[in-house]
Structure formats: structure tokens, C-alpha cells
């Protein structure tokens, strides 16, 4: 029994290959199995080539896994375009359509002989069953079903709601090309069998969804009210999603006629009192700095989401990359501060999201999210989450007194001031981005311009004491350690995990507030630790420069980066640490070598 | 047209006084604020002069009031500020940063003209006689104060040929 | 739409909108007019200065707002508009202002324009057109005349200047007209109507700076060249002729409404407002929201 499968599966953008890894973890998800799956096209808007991987398993995973344990190609030419996103090893087992012509010895998989190759004539299948060969994906289903014994109420029960509206015809062919598919399974069992362990409890209302859905659903379900934005992948379902739903509650989206003007209507906005958003990828973000700027010097709540794609410049805008976060810490002119979150898989993104709601309207900032394409467009198995377990902060109004000879900006203990907007009487006040005494007037003093500058700054002090916003597994004494971020911190999970069963006394870290840098935090995790690595998708490895600013980082703990667009694998982070515990120790054990 | 919305030919005394009034408090305001700009561009010799002004229109002012509540007082008025532009307020654009002071009288000079103006082109239309002749003395009155501000910049010495302007230095950039 | 708030068109006088922050312009600057139009006008429409939100880009013209008493916005440069109508989408019961200078309206802020026309959100735009740019000391802007020499074109500019009213027109605009401090009355009831018209109302005023413009282009020769168009017989239901007069920008000033649409179009938080009550009618919880991604 298997706990754990990972299946890829490749063919031309109209073969429906994402539809049926869309059937299939939803099949998994009503059947209680924890599943993530990503998918990758070519650039073609239709016709491409396109793929799908589909990790099921009977534990929370956090990560779409490493090698394949299935791979179905259903043209080789497709399967071969996205290299090393479907990596065939040793253990996989190869199904593909025999129609396609490639001799099961003559498989374009070089270096790499799979434990077993099946050529299965699914387009064939397909039109027997419903005199198109447009049904090979669900033929595929069938088979899928049929050799792991997955899914298979939960694929049929989704097909009958998917195409039950389309036609009872459609259902009925679809249907048969499914028992074809199960059928030929049965009649061709695998040389080693391969059944699906079940999962281990049922929970009921699993959720199955994606980062941007689940980030949109956050920001409406934290009183969002307003969103304007303009299309760029990989964000651009934030606003798509919200377009069809916020009106339900009284809000409005507008797709402005840039990324300025999108950031700068949800200015605009929050000036007027309510929660707006705006949502970019990295080429966005470098257009919005100066509305962000702004907003941090009107001390305006404000939350904006980069989801982050290879860079610089248009860079590689359907892959991931952990490469924004200096331009999300240190963008604008000036002494710019502003709170920076990343999510780390689908699951907390919500939790993120409202969590950046609620600080930007408890310290009247912007706060940016940092998500990433690999969580923003996988679909992942999500526990039900209890809404009535968050609170919903607003804004801190001014009362009756303090509207009398009403200071927008004056100084508090907590450098946080009441903060009024266009209706409310008495509260009237001049909002700009120019330096300003505590009335809003325009000022070039030096005093109070360290003044404001000191405000803007301590006032995002408490952040740095939040030790729920960081996530700490493993022994607490350990003296090897992994630091990750974002989507690369949920392989890390898995690494640690195999780094236990190894021996390695590991712990590991992840930070969801990337700034302000919670010094105290990292000092306190990196008291016990001799050797560690950063791990994140960036060239630059920009949280371990980050870390070296403002943390005393262990001489031991290095970078662990690389450009993204290339996933890291939990055995690569594994081996890694393994290595330089390795070599520390030779090293340690050479400079105690007695002199000659 | 620097007014709006009166018909000279029916007005009533107390309009005629009403409007006199604030004629006087726009030019007073007026005056006021080009002060200020005055005192704001280090002009301080025609903020001096604009706020002598200032204090002549509320005098004016003041006595057209003492003379309207002797009959018609506690009556409200029906004559209100949106109804005038610029009657004897000199226009913004007669000020200039620098400006002499020979420059701040010549432009309240041409304000007092027209003042007289608008009360000379007022008098043949207006059709009750006491009206007429108030708008009379007030236009008499304008020629005075036109008189007065003459002998004023007689008495002064002539612009320097080098203005406060050539000595400035460079506009700051913002 | 919303009820209408309570207006008192008695209640309120030009000095309720006057702040206590002296204006730094140039003595003889065309702002000042403007600023005495904008008063007298927000005096005659009657709304509470809390219930006006002013918006304005960077620039001497864009100082405006914080000379009033009304809730203020001086934002970044070319940006008023995008934010006013974030402003105005996300509360359309407040009276909602922009203003800015040429250079911050059709130059950095060009591309906005079109989109915040079409969009037709309910708010006044009002450009102080000095075909310069004052407040960085005398540069080309893009309504200057060609062949004008400035400090960044002391050779003259080699580039015709936009046409900001045909601009205007030809984006659809329901509501255009130029003014100047030359004629006092008729710009603040040009501003006053602006305002009235529920759309977006484009008032291009004519606005000479004292210290950077031309001296032939102040207001004393707007006195003596403007040509109002109530005078020449101009029917400002009649877009085309409009659109004829406006070819004539910069040899010809036509002061008082160029165009107004006799049928104003739905704006676009009038739309907003229906989809929400269409859309909300099942008022749907937040705490819900996520009912729709779970897998039966």
C-alpha cells in the first residue's frame, strides 16, 4: 500500500489533461486524502502543450513532491517540453498512448529506464466510447482509478455534477470511456501492484482551492470593500474572483487602466474609510512604489499582494520565484518601513490575509503579502477552516473629544493617531505624501521629520515581539537548523522530516512576517544552532542577506538559494544540510588536528 | 459684469445700502488677503499700504452700516456676497511679488476708479430718487478717496531704477 | 442612488470654505481666482465641508485642497484621478473634487484621463492650465505653444502641444468648459454647474503664472481676448460644433460651457450601486465565504 503518489500526467493543451487532474483532487479531496496539484503550460494560449502533477496522500502534505510515481504521456513530444517539472525516475511507472507510435524500448527518456512502461491505446479507448477521441482524459481517470484504486466514487460523483448539465449523452459517453479505462486496468494489472493506502480520518468539508482564490476569500471574509488592480499573471484570479463576488456584499472591484491606477483608486479608498486591496506580480509592484511610498507617509491602511514570478523585468511570468522580497522591503525612496507577510502553502494563506487586514488597519500602513506563483496556482486539499475563530480589526476613529481640534497625526504611545475620513464631521484634515506636523500641515523642520519618521517606524515595533507569525518545528536545542520562506519552506517540512529519520538533530524556521526583522526571534532560534541553511528561490538569497542586516546569523549558516523556475526538492535540501554538517565537522575536527 | 443677479432700476434703499456694504467688506477682504501675500514674498512696504486700505474700506464700511441700521435695523439682508465680483476689490492679478509701493497705490487707484465707475454706470439706471442720490454720494465719495490716494503717491519718491526684483535670488525650486 | 444628504443652500458662505493656510502662490497668480471661484461655488451648492473630498495631484495648482476647509488629498503627481475615483466609488455620497496643473493633468497624468472620462464617476476636474511648470521654476509643459523657449527648451520647444479640450471632447466627456480669473462670475458659476452635472465635469481654466509664463498671457489680456461663447451663440448641446470651436485652443480663448450632454449618462457608481443590490440581494455572509470552495 502506498502512502503517498505522485502523478504527472502531459499531453496537447485541448487532450483536457488539467481537467482531469482537477477531477482527480477533488476526487481525493471528497475521499478525505490530502492532495496538491500544479499544473504548467506552453506559451500558446490554445493548443499548447499543458501538464498537471497530482500528489495524493493519506497525511498533510505541504509540498506538489519530488519525482513522479506515475507519468502519463499522451504524446511524448508535449510530456518531453516540461523537462524537469515531470521528472521520470527508476520507480516510475509510464503509461502512455499506444497511438503515438514510440516503441516501449525507444522512450525519449534518456539516462532513465522507469520500473514499468504501459502503452495503452486511450485515444482508441476514448473513441469507443464516445466516437471522439476527445475523451482521453477520462479514459486516463479510468485507469487511474483502476490501477491505484483512487478516487473513484469521487471521480464519477464529479463528473456526473461536471457534465450532468451538459447533457445526458455527454455524462453517459464520458461514463463509459471511464469504465473502459478501469476495465482495461483490470485486464492489464501492474507487474508490481500499487493500491492507495486509505486515508487515515474522513474529515468532512475539506476544502479544494487555490492561493489567489483563498487570498481574495480571506481579504472579502476581512471586510474587504474595495479592490482595483490590472490583469498580470500569476495574480490576476485575485481580481477575477472578486469580480464576480464582491458586489454580493456591497463592495466593488475596478480594473483600472494600469497597476498605477489600480493601487492608486484603493488609495484612494482607504482614504475614504474602507479595507481596500490591490493585487500584482513583480513588474506591477515595480509601478506601484510609489503609491506604496505614499500610502506609508499618509499612514493609510492598505494591503497589496505580489505574487511573486521569476524576474527581474518581465523576467519568467509563469514560474515562481522567492526574488521580490527586497523590493518589498525596501522599495520607495526614503526611509520607507512597512510590514511584509508571506504565506507558505495554500492553507495559510488565509490566515495571512487576514492577518495583513488587520495590521494595516492596526498600525494605518500598507502591508504586503508576499505570495508566490507555486502557492497562488496549485490546488491543495485544505482543512475546513472555522471563521469564527478570527477577529476582524478596524481602524482606531477618533471619539467626540478627540474630533475637537482634530490632529491626525499626534503623537501617541503608540505612535498610532485616530485617523478620521471624508464625511465623518469635525474630522477634516489635509492628506499628502509631504512631510507634516501633527495637524497634517506641510513642514520642513528637521525635528519633525525624525519626529514622523521615528512614528512611522516604532509604531510597527510590537510586530516584531509576534512569535505566532512564526513557525518553529523540531527540537528546540538542535544545532542544525533550515530557514525558508514561502512556498519553498513547505519542502523544507518535508526535509526536516527526513532529516529526523536520518539522525540530524534538526530544527527548523519559518518566518510568515519577513519584516519588520524580529531580531529577537531569530536570535533566540539561532542560540543552539552550529550549522543551518537559508533555502529560498532567489539568486541573490535575499532573506539570508536580509537575516545578515539586522540578525546576528551563525557563522555556520549559509545560502541555500537559486533562481526559481527550478522547485527545490525536500531529498536536495536534505543532502545539502547533510553535506555541510559533513564538512563543518571536518573541519572542526582538522583545526583540532594535534601540530606536527 | 460684477454682479449678479440685481436689478439696478427697483433697487430698494436697503439693498442699495446692503450692497454698498459689502462692496466696502469685499474690498476690506480683499485687501486683507494681498497683504498677506505681501507679507508672505517679503514686500513688506505694500502690506503696510494694503493694510492701510484695508482699515479705509472698513471705516467706509462702518459708516454705511451705522446709516443702514438707523433704518432698517434688525431687518435681514437680502443682498449677499455671491452677488458681487471684484466691485472695488482690486482684481488678484494687481498684485506682484516685490511690488513698490508707488506699484500697491497705482492698483488701488485703478480699484477706486472703478468703484466710481460702477457707481456712475449705476446712478442713470436706478429709478427711486433717494436710491439715486445715495449711489451719487457714493460715487462722489470714490473720486475723494481716488484724490486722496493721488496726493499720497505725489508725496512719494520715484520707483528706484533697480527694483527689490533684481536683487532676488533665484525662485526656489519645490 | 442613496437619499440625498440634507443640504442648506443658505447656510454656508464662501469663508466656511476659506482654511487658515495663507496660499504661498505668487502675487498675481490665476489660482488665487480659481480659489475664490471653488469657494463661492461649494457656498452655493450648500454641502458641509466634511462631506467634500478634494483630491489633487503635485504641483503649484495642486496646493489647492489644503486652502479649503474641506477633507483634503495633495497625492503624487499625475495621480488625482485614479484616487478621486477610488474615493468616489468606495463613498459616492461625498462631493468629490480634482485639480491639478497641465503638466500633472495631460503629461505624467495623460494616460489617466480617458479612462477616468469613460468611467463617468460623478466629480469635478479642474485644471489650472498655465502651459508651464511653475513649481520646478519655469519647464516645458504639454500645453506650451511650440517653438516656446523655456529652461528645458531654451532653443524652443520642438513639439506641438496637446489640445486638452478636444482631448476631452473626443474622450466623451458630458460636461467641458474653460475659464478664466478675467471673468470671475462666469467661472464660478462655470465651476458651480460643473459640480451640479452629475458626471464627470471637465473645467479647464486658463490660469496664468506670474513668474514662469509669458507676459503677454496674463489675466489682463484674457480680458481683453476672451470671447464667451453665450455671446457668439454657441448651443452647448451641439458636441461637433464643440469640438470645432475647441481646434482653435491656444489662438482663441473661448470662455463658458463648451459641451454639456443633455442626457447625462448613468455614472459609474449609479451602475456599481445596482449590481450591489441586484448581486447582494441574498445578503450573503463574509463568515461564509469559504462554503463555496468545499468538496461534498
Known sequence: MVQNLVIGMAGSGGDGIVSAGQSLIAAAASEGYHAIMTKSFGSQIRGGESSCRVRIAVKPIYSPGGMLDVAVALNWDDFMKFGAELPVSGSTIVIYDEKCGVPKDKLPLVGVTPAEVLAVPIGDLAKQATGTDRAKNTVVLGLIAGWFGIAREGILNNMRKKLGKKGAELLAANEKAFALGETYAAEHPLAQPMRMAQPEARTAGMLVTDGNEMCAAAALFAGLDFFGGYPITPSTEIMQYLSKEIWKYGGAVLQAEDEIAGIGAAVGASYAGKKAMTATSGPGLSLKTEMMGLATLAELPLVIVDVQRGGPSTGVPTKGEQSDLYAAVFSAHGDVVRPVLAPTTVADTFAVTVEAFNMAERYQTPVLILSDQEIAQRKETVDPIDTSLFTIEERQRPSEAELVDYARFRFTESGVSPISHPGMKGGNYLAAGIEHNEHGDPTASGVMHARMNDKRLHKLDPLKKRKDLFLVEGDPNAPFAIVSWGSTAGTCREALELARAEGLRTKLLIPKLLFPVAEGIYEDFFASVRTGIVVEQSHLGQLYRLLRMFVDVPRGVSSFARSGANPFMPSEILAKLRDLVLSQQRGQAQSIQPQE | MSTKGIDFRDLSLKDALDLAILIEEEAMDRYGELADQMDLHRTPDAAAFFRFMAKNEAKHGATLVKRRNQSFENQPSAVTRAMIFDVEAPEYDEARAFMTPREAMASALRSEVKAHDFFARAVPLIRDATVKALFTELREEETLHQRLIQEQLEKLPPDPSLGAADFEDEPAPQ | ?296
Not at chain 3, 33 to 56: C, E, K, N, T
Open chain 3, 1 to 296: 442612488m442613496n437619499a440625498p444628504l440634507p443640504v442648506h443652500p443658505e447656510s454656508y458662505s464662501p469663508k466656511d470654505f476659506k482654511s487658515e493656510l495663507k496660499p504661498i502662490w505668487c502675487p498675481g497668480c490665476g489660482d488665487f481666482g480659481v480659489l475664490q471661484a471653488v469657494y463661492r461655488s461649494l457656498a452655493a451648492i450648500g454641502r458641509a465641508p466634511h462631506d467634500i473630498a478634494f483630491i489633487s495631484g503635485i504641483g503649484c495648482s495642486s496646493r489647492i485642497p489644503g486652502y479649503t476647509t474641506a477633507y483634503g488629498f495633495n497625492t503624487v503627481h499625475g495621480r488625482a484621478l485614479p484616487i478621486a475615483q477610488g474615493i468616489k466609488i468606495a463613498n459616492p455620497d461625498l462631493l468629490v473634487l480634482a485639480a491639478g496643473g497641465d503638466g500633472d493633468g495631460f503629461s505624467i497624468g495623460g494616460g489617466h484621463l480617458p479612462h477616468a472620462i469613460r468611467r463617468n464617476t460623478d466629480l469635478t476636474y479642474i485644471v489650472m492650465d498655465n502651459q508651464i511648470y511653475g513649481l520646478t521654476k519655469g519647464q516645458l509643459s504639454p500645453t506650451s505653444p511650440k517653438g516656446l523657449p523655456t529652461v528645458t527648451s531654451t532653443e524652443g520647444s520642438l513639439e506641438d502641444p496637446v489640445n486638452p479640450l478636444l482631448y476631452v471632447l473626443a474622450y466623451g466627456a458630458p460636461f467641458v468648459a474653460q475659464g478664466t480669473p478675467a471673468d470671475m462670475a462666469g467661472l464660478a458659476a462655470m465651476i458651480e454647474e460643473g459640480i451640479r452635472y452629475p458626471g464627470f465635469a471637465f473645467i479647464n481654466v486658463q490660469s496664468p503664472c506670474v513668474t514662469f509664463g509669458q507676459p503677454e498671457w496674463q489675466v489682463k489680456q484674457h480680458r481683453a481676448t476672451m470671447k464667451p461663447l453665450a455671446s457668439l451663440g454657441h448651443d452647448p448641446k451641439d458636441r461637433l460644433r464643440a469640438m470645432d470651436l475647441a481646434q482653435a485652443y491656444g489662438k482663441e480663448l473661448y470662455t463658458g460651457v463648451l459641451y454639456r450632454n443633455p442626457e447625462p449618462p448613468a455614472t459609474y457608481e449609479a451602475l456599481v450601486h445596482q449590481r450591489q443590490q441586484v448581486l447582494g440581494r441574498d445578503a450573503p455572509r463574509r463568515q461564509d465565504v469559504l462554503n463555496a470552495f468545499i468538496q461534498k
